[in-house]
């Protein structure tokens, strides 16, 4: 058994006087580190179960080019190839999607910025209160996880209002993501469409139901890791969305688990990863497959993402959801219950979702009402 095994007030204590930093991972570095804290150690026998599926290193998810999104033929194509990895993988990486490589290394050098930036100006963002538009914090998990993961995030939500005040966000990242939210909204209509023909649906079909109307951004920043051995960047989970785009840097580390084992995602210079989340998974019938993901932590570093989350709108008029009509049958009988995407999300950041599998507890969130968010 190791020191992360154990729990009671000594964690605790070291939970709550990492928080109070309000320096996330990054500080630990900064004041010298050169070993990971006991609270970023991994169970013994966590490490012992993903040791059971082997890493993969000839394989590759589906890379889709949508370079000819605009002629029939071709758009037929991209179409039948995002239903086949969507279905079998739950993954594919994106070329050619309309957004200039410049556009999106900015994106991350902005994120890169802040987080290296002047400690004091991060502590101004530094919260856990999930009800605000633009938070920075070190794990929203952090005290429910058996072991914290080794990154840092700064979050923008959109996902009960558009409302955005550029001036509200940090001035590190400022211009560059008020763009890069703005182009890949553009890029979200584009796979609602995709995505819905690939059901068999009429290519408004998701937009419609409004799958696209609410979105959060989650830049995570994930320092170099003295031992990468005993902990992770991101552990292993399924998304509360109905879909995310990934934009990575070139460090690596996103593995994906297909077939039992784990499939690294190379970075392709110029791609965006694509995912499908759990509530995809719900509403196709699971016709589209939400799989589970990681990333790793390194001694190279940083690494740096900036993920969006298609969530549909939450608050007081977010919808309810569940199985497509069109997709439910005598042959194909529904196989989830409807949900509401801030009940999932709460159940998901409170851990109280099956770690095997995130997918059949919509069904107590009907008997329970759900926590809110």
Sequence with gaps: MNASDSTGPDRKKELEDFDATKAGVKGLLDAGATKIPKIFVRPTDEIAEDDLNPTLSDAQIPLINLSQIQNAESRKEIVDRIHSASGEWGFFQLINHGI???????????????????????KQYYSRDRTKKIIFHSNFDLYVATSASWRDTLTISLQVSDDLDPSELPSACREAAVEYIKQVRELVNLLLELLSEALGLKSQHLTEMECGNGCSFVCHYYPECPEPELTLGAKKHRDPSFFTILLQDQIGGLQVLHQDHWVSVNPIPGSLVVNVGGYLQMISNNRLKSVEHRVLANRTGPRVSAACFVTGRMGLSEKVYG????????????????????????????????????????????ETGGPDL
């Design 100 to 122: 200039a490589s410049s556009l999106m290394e900015s994106m991350l050098n902005g994120v890169q910025r802040f987080n290296e930036g002047d400690p004091e100006v991060k």
């Design 323 to 366: 199985p497509i009509e069109e997709l439910v049958s005598e042959e194909s009988l529904p196989l989830h219950g409807e949900f509401r995407a801030s009940e999932y999300v709460s159940l998901y950041q409170e851990k109280k979702l099956s770690d095997k599998s995130g997918l059949d507890q919509e069904l107590k969130i009907q």
